[in-house]
């Protein structure tokens, strides 16, 4: 057996079940990576970034939109051949099985014989999570494409200065002034809808779910079920609170409350222990004295000063020694940085001339608002996000 028969044979026997928790697998991607880039030339890597990864997704976003997926999924996601997938879908064979075969090269779904196709967790999330097909529709199309392939130029005639100022941004240069970002995915139903799944998905597969960075037990001990428990501002359609709810099923009904946007939160329908609250950060908040106060992925989208008019409005409802701000968001490190905290920083750079911050960046913001300081920050190692907990002194 040759060297690369040895070290492919030990790799074959990884999958996802080989590990204890989500930190090793994200220790072994890592490493993995790594690996990858050492026994690649120099050519692999720039023809991965300028052809494969952009013709992949075309791919995959031209399967989705045929229903293959979907088809798959209903047909209990069992081997298909070529004419098969066609006669499902009514797309043309030889079309069908030149895209298969791509994304079987890619390893995204295997082929197990002469245009017969196998399937993985990857395809059959595309068929039956609502909300997977998201990430290569309209947040990329029509956000993440445009934006990112816009970026060096906005960089080079900006003079390469690091980008602050979110009225002179890249995404004005894509699509002009007199709009927002969050304006301009509101503007569409489908932008808005897939957007808001596409968020959905980050959450649960890629920053680690709240409660297993920062002990919930703290807010539930000693809270006053006359209040809100916790107050999840910016929530979007509530799979945090979910999450919350998994920890402690028990809690009374009304003890969570989802605050966003009305044109986010219309039509939405939630656990009895959640309430609804139509709510803009930037107004004075409503609900005063609550446990806790949640920002997920909320304050990374704004500058300093937009992010302190954010925090005093709540620091004006908070009661001193009870209430606490818990702020999830990746904490980047100086050192030992994870590419999901890299592709996080650069894309608030490209969308919104914001950045992700570090933990001395998180101590100079939240002393910026009189009467915060930051109790702990907590983070799991080898997991993506942290918790900032803030309290009202």
């Not at 939109?65 to 043309?92: C, H, M, S, Y």
């Not at 569409?188 to 920062?214: L, Q």
Request: glycine letters at 6%; charged letters at 20%.
């Amino acid at each position: 057996m040759t060297s690369a028969d040895q070290v492919i044979s030990k790799l074959n026997d990884i999958g996802t079940g080989s590990f204890n928790s989500e930190s090793e697998r994200l220790r072994l991607c890592d490493a993995l990576l790594a690996a990858l880039r050492r026994v690649q030339s120099p050519w692999d890597i720039a023809w991965s970034h300028g052809w494969v990864d952009l013709i992949t997704i075309s791919v995959i976003k031209t399967l989705i939109d045929a229903g293959i997926f979907t088809k798959w999924a209903e047909q209990g996601n069992r081997p298909l051949r070529t004419n098969e997938f066609a006669e499902l879908t009514g797309v043309d064979a030889v079309l069908l099985n030149r895209l298969l075969r791509h994304i079987a090269a890619q390893h995204l779904i295997t082929q197990i014989g002469e245009n017969t196709y196998s399937s993985t967790p990857w395809a059959l999330s595309l068929g039956t999570d609502p909300a997977m097909p998201s990430i290569y529709g309209t947040l990329y199309h029509e956000l993440m494409a445009p934006l990112t392939l816009s970026l060096p130029t906005f960089l080079k005639e900006t003079g390469f200065k690091n980008p602050t100022d979110m009225q002179n941004s890249n995404f004005h240069r894509v699509h002009g002034k007199g709009t927002t970002l969050f304006e301009y995915i509101a503007s569409s139903p489908v932008r808005n809808k897939e957007f808001a799944d596409a968020m959905d998905c980050h959450a649960r597969g890629h920053i680690s779910p709240w409660p297993e960075v920062y002990d919930t037990t703290q807010i539930i001990t000693g809270a006053r079920l006359d209040r809100p428990i916790v107050v999840d501002v910016g929530g979007s359609k509530g799979h945090d609170l979910e999450k919350f709810l998994q920890r402690h099923p028990g809690i009374p009904k009304g003890s969570l409350v989802l605050q966003d946007l009305p044109e986010v939160l219309s039509g939405l329908t939630v656990h009895p222990a959640i309430s609804v609250c139509p709510h803009d950060f930037f107004a004075p908040q409503p609900i005063k004295g609550a446990r806790s106060y949640y920002f997920h992925l909320i304050l990374h989208d704004w500058p300093d000063d937009r992010a302190v008019e954010i925090l005093r409005n709540i620091a004006d409802v908070m009661e001193p020694g009870y209430s606490k701000i818990l702020i999830h968001e990746d904490v980047v490190s100086d050192r030992d940085t994870s590419i999901q905290a890299t592709i996080a920083d650069i894309t608030m750079m490209t969308f919104l001339s914001t950045a992700e911050r570090t933990d001395k960046d998180w101590a100079t913001l939240i002393n910026g608002v009189e009467g915060l300081r930051i109790a702990k920050i907590w983070h799991k190692p080898h997991t993506v996000g942290g918790i900032i907990e803030v309290e009202r002194v």
